[in-house]
């Protein structure tokens, strides 16, 4: 594999200096307990008011938020602490880990969804890495390929590049001047069109240059000037 060279190196590190930085590690589990905390406490609160079965959507939204912004590590952390703080604040018996019979489907309802929360995340978050992975592939060898198109442009002569379908996908500055024919013209369209447009355009000119060729201006001679006089 060719290695990108100093220039597209430099383009990508702009790029990547303008993107966000991503979060780090101890950012990422301090955002996981954070989070559950804030949630817990506003669980708490809302129990304080004629407000109940509140802290399943809290507690999904504390893990919802972990894992969308921390990672899979940090979901795996949110959603363990939510479910020993929803365990051991409201399912009965309160304030005890045990679970009983009767309590424990609910339990089970909510430790499943925040569950299914935390693996979106982390699909979500391998999705991003892969796409950011992508593009800044894609970001080196678009600077690559301007690079070369700079250079090319340096040259006099006719240089143009076709894909696999000979459709033209470059017309350097040397086609430019020597065929008369503009980029913003030929850049998308077949060789074969190209070609034709070019032959058509040089047998007009071969034929006004024709007609503007100059006539002989020699004068002829008529007989009686060769006439000797007596």
Sequence with gaps: ?????????????QWKRRSPKPLSAIQRYGLAVLSVSLALGAALLMN?????DVEVPIFLFAVAVTAW???AGAAVLALLLS???FDYFFVQPFHTLNITTSELPYFITFASFAS???WFGAVRRRAEAELREARDKLEIEVAERTQQA?????THDTIFV?????????WNRGAQGLNHTEAATVVGVSEKTVQGRLNQARLLLAEKLADLRPVSSCESKSPADDTPSS
Aim: aromatic share 8%; with cysteine.
């Design 1 to 13: 594999m060719n290695k990108p060279s100093p220039e597209a190196r430099q383009a990508l590190a």
């Design 150 to 154: 700079s250079l090319l442009n340096l």
């Design 116 to 118: 299914l929360i935390a």
């Design 83 to 85: 479910c020993i703080s």
């Design 162 to 170: 076709h894909d696999m379908s000979k459709v033209i996908v470059f």
């Design 48 to 52: 304080r008011f004629p407000v109940r």
């Design 69 to 71: 912004y921390g990672g």
